[in-house]
């Protein structure tokens, strides 16, 4: 079955912390796999896609097929990176996406 | 900009009451989808549509139907609220050149009482 699971309903850093937002994938094909953020009164908007292999506002993510795993990662975490984070796989040759259940992060001063 | 717009942020309807969601996108886009977006259950789609006149069901379509008779346009519909249709719900767009990149708009959000 395809499945996103984020592990963590919440997740609450101080500045300048490193942050992990854990996204685990269950998928049969070859995954294309996706970061979406939505900070506080704003749209739900992409952050990054795992192909591109970029680094967004510090996040990176990294395919790892073996542990089927795609954990967002910032060095240092900041204030404004406080929002809800979702993990994302897109499925087969469709633009459909299923998305996780989520991860709000909190990054207090 | 691609803009996705929402006609209604906030709407309050009776159980049994008939509900229309209407979303337009100004980027003529083709793919075109409706979720929901609840507290711990994350984002899940309701239908989603590829085409004009054409539409498929996502994960949890039971209780709402769509229509897309012009290719910006792309509404959901409840042809019988219930109270546990109350939620957050999302319209989001895609030209499929730019992969995974769902352009979202603002929500609707629905309560019903």
């Known amino acids: 079955a395809q499945r996103v699971t984020q592990p963590e309903k919440l997740l609450s850093v101080f500045k300048g912390a490193p942050v992990e937002l854990k996204c685990n994938y269950s998928?049969?094909?070859?995954?294309?796999l996706f970061w979406y953020v939505q900070y506080s009164r704003q749209r739900l908007q992409l952050l990054l896609r795992?192909?591109s292999r970029e680094s967004i506002k510090g996040f990176t993510a990294d395919l790892n097929k073996g542990e089927t795993s795609f954990h967002l990662k910032k060095p240092f975490a900041q204030e404004e990176d406080s929002a809800m984070y979702y993990c994302?796989?897109?499925?087969?040759?469709?633009?459909?996406?299923?998305f996780g259940t989520g991860t709000r992060l909190q990054v207090f001063p | 900009d691609v803009k996705v717009t929402q006609s209604s942020r906030y709407l309050v309807k009776r159980t049994g009451e008939k509900v229309f969601l209407e979303c337009v996108q100004d980027?003529?886009?083709?793919?075109m989808f409706w979720y929901r977006q609840d507290p711990g259950l994350g984002l899940r789609l309701i239908y989603f549509?590829?085409?004009?006149?054409?539409?498929e069901k996502g994960d949890i379509p039971e209780g709402y139907s769509v229509s897309r008779e012009k290719k910006e346009r792309f509404s959901l519909i409840l042809e019988s609220a219930s109270t546990n249709q109350t939620s957050m719900y999302l319209c989001?767009?895609?030209?499929?050149?730019?992969?995974?990149?769902?352009?979202f708009g603002e929500g609707s959000r629905l309560t019903v009482l």
């Open positions: 994302a796989l897109k499925v087969g040759n469709t633009d459909k996406l299923i």
């Open positions: 998928y049969s094909g070859s995954p294309e």
């Open positions: 795992h192909i």
């Open positions: 980027m003529d886009h083709e793919n």
């Open positions: 549509s590829y085409d004009v006149k054409m539409k």
């Open positions: 989001a767009s895609i030209q499929g050149i730019s992969p995974g990149e769902l352009f």
